[in-house]
């Protein structure tokens, strides 16, 4: 790994998140760097959405500081930060659902001026998003006829013509078959190697495994992060998921297996 | 194409009502009676319906993006009710038409005000927090305008209700109603993508880099004074506001950037058209057009939700 791609996208100091009252984590200090991946593991209602929203800057941190290329998450204009972050949201809303197109040129958004529209080479990276997630040919039609894994890959097409430097995917796989979910997989490991740092909350923790780092929430702190195999075959992580899985160690690489009754 | 049916209708208003008279008379000067009644009396009245269409349907499609739900329109949040009980209490006092017009639009600043600081007390105002309180509110003003209907005399009942069902007839001249819609659109034409991407979501449009509470605070002030003004010039006209936006919506329009136009033009043509109806069906009766609008709406509407239901 060269030097260049150890440069630090996202770094926290001494973060504390909160919600309702309720600490999602405490005094973490991480660092994303370009050509990472990072997998958040961790069971429901841990704060995974809360803390990948906050490293958005989407809310405010409880305490704690958030620095994106070296400045202040919160002293930075939306339109400067969408620019780097692209966020992925676990549900979309469509009240007023559009044709396909215009959902994903609306990933240029930050990009253009007040009174700029789309240009050509906007439209030239909303064809290829599509053609990246697959989607090719079905640039009009309306949102709302797609099926849940299309409008999950639909969502992760524009913000692929939003074009960041980070990605911050809250359950980027949800909805999506396994072929797919191989696909997005693939897919945001070439974007880590072309030097983008990526996080993803994940519940299937062979996920983290195919991601490379990984973070793991429990109860208001972060119970192991690091390399994912050391993660998943850590203590931690036994204790989190209490038993109902197994960690097979095997020649090819580690793999989760639930402990079904 | 609206660009076209613009002229047309206003063309239309000018040639029809109950005194025939032909439009060639403008240019013919032995008649000037016919010249007056279409330059003093039919063009005012219809540039001001048009520029009321333009507002309501402008703030309709405003106000449905701000609450996020296709069921709004500018009336929602009570504008109009304040509007109306400013209206209503100065005709049970046997005020002018002035005091009626400048109360119409005290009460719906007032009760702009009043959703907004309810509203928004505790400093995090949802768009639902922002619905219930402007719906409650206007209940609220409902039940004050039937107790100021229930306790009038009979004579100034008629002229209430007209108020209360939008009319035309006593519509100030048209140009103050044209420059605030036309200054109304321009001041949005730049937002216009930033409601593209705020139809999505909030936390959507917020990722994609739009600074979301100032352009929802913008959105409601805009929204308000629109209506407020169409409210002041014609009392409360339905349906405009609800109908327009979502007919240019089945019609492919989706984008901002020309629905907001597209709806300035279709509500204004629809309301001259109405108005035009509206004087000259029943002639020399006139018929307050908020009946006609509602007329046309309601089976417009029930249509429109019918074939929603067929997609969902």
Redesign the interface.
Known sequence: MSLLSLRPLLQTKALTVEIGGKTVCRQLDMTISIGQHWGLLGINGIGKTTLL?TL?G?RTPAQGEIRLDDELLGTL???????K???L?QA????????VM??VL??R??W?G??Q?EGENDRMLALAALSDVGLEGFEQRQV?TLSGGERRRLALATLLT?NPCLFLLDEPTNHLDLHHQAELLRLLGRLAEEGIGVISVFHDPNHALAAGQALLLDRGRVAAVGGAVEVVTGAAFARVYAGDVRVFVTPEGVAVLPRWP | MLILLTPLSLLLALSIGSVPVKLSALINDSDALGRSLILELRLPRALSAFAVGGLLALAGTLM??LL???LADPYILGISGGAAVGALLSMLLGLGVGWTTGNAFVGALLSMLLVFSLAHSRGNWSAMRLLLTGVVVAAGWGAVISFILAISPERGLHGMLFWLMGDLSHAPPPLWGLIITGAGLLFCL??A??L??L???E??A??????VQRLRLMLYVVASLLTATAVTIAGSVGFVGLVIPHLL?LLGL??H?RLLPAAMLAGGCLLVLADTVARSALAPQQLPVGVITALLGVPVFLYLLHRRGN??
Not at chain 1, 77 to 83: E, F, K, L, S, W
Not at chain 2, 206 to 211: D, I, K, N
């Open positions: 929203h958005a989407l204009p939306r339109r400067t930060i969408a620019q972050i692209g966020v949201l979309d809303n469509d009240a007023f659902p559009g044709t215009e959902t609306s990933g958004h930050p253009l007040q009174w529209w709302n939003q | 449905q993006v996020r739900n296709p730049p937002f993508r930033d593209n991407v139809a999505r979501g936390l959507t917020a990722a994609l880099g739009v600074s919506r989706s984008d950037r997609h969902l």
